[in-house]
């Protein structure tokens, strides 16, 4: 079975500090790895996915299989990144997703 | 629509009451998800619909929930007798294949069993 683990509930920076928030996995195969993102009152939407290995909003992650982990990083945080993250896996040819628990990154000034 | 349509926003009903969520997909996608979150946790999944067909109902917890699409669109998740641990905010998503593609979600509803 697949598993997903987001080690921190909260994590709160400064203004223009580097991010990474931090995502590990268990799967024993190929997995593909999704970060979703939901800011405060909107509803969950896709940051990025590994296989278009693009940034978005100034966020990159990359596949370690060999640490088995999908790190979400930034450079400089921004107020506007304060929102909840999710970290996520579909296994195989199944289509559902499995999620972490989430991280609730806070950037404050 | 615009997106993933998903009604009541709010629903509080009794324990042991039948209660009916209502999911409206973005026009034109075939695959649908359910999916429920409880306080302090992600998502976890439900149901997933391919068309009309259930492709994968691994995650309902009992047989208290069921879940329909009979025309390949809008999707209603049933649950009997509720019961207070059914409290949680119910999601539904919809992609335009499944596979891996992106997951587009609606607001939820939040359903509190008293």
């Known amino acids: 079975a697949q598993r997903v683990t987001q080690p921190e509930k909260l994590l709160s920076v400064f203004k223009g500090a580097p991010v990474e928030l931090k995502c590990n996995y268990s799967?024993?195969?190929?997995?593909?790895l999704f970060w979703y993102v939901q800011y405060s009152r909107q509803r969950l939407q896709l940051l990025l996915r590994?296989?278009s290995r693009e940034s978005i909003k100034g966020f990159t992650a990359d596949l370690n299989k060999g640490e088995t982990s999908f790190h979400l990083k930034k450079p400089f945080a921004q107020e506007e990144d304060s929102a909840m993250y999710y970290c996520?896996?579909?296994?195989?040819?199944?289509?559902?997703?499995?999620f972490g628990t989430g991280t609730r990154l806070q950037v404050t000034l | 629509g615009a997106g993933v349509s998903q009604t009541p926003s709010n629903k509080v009903t009794e324990k042991g009451k039948y209660v009916e969520l209502r999911c409206d997909p973005i026009?034109?996608?075939?695959?649908l998800y359910w999916y429920r979150q409880s306080l302090g946790q992600g998502p976890e999944f439900l149901i997933y619909?391919?068309?009309?067909?259930?492709?994968?109902d691994s995650g309902l917890p009992n047989d208290r929930f069921f879940a329909v699409r009979p025309e390949g669109s809008v999707s209603t998740l049933k649950i009997q007798r509720t019961e207070r641990g059914d409290s949680a905010v119910y999601l539904c998503?919809?992609?335009?294949?499944?596979?891996?593609?992106?997951?587009?979600f609606g607001n939820g509803t939040r359903l509190t069993v008293t």
């Open positions: 998503a919809s992609s335009s294949t499944g596979g891996g593609s992106p997951l587009h």
């Open positions: 799967y024993s195969g190929s997995p593909e």
């Open positions: 590994h296989i």
């Open positions: 996520a896996l579909t296994a195989g040819t199944a289509s559902k997703l499995t």
């Open positions: 026009s034109g996608h075939t695959a």
């Open positions: 619909f391919q068309g009309t067909g259930a492709a994968d």
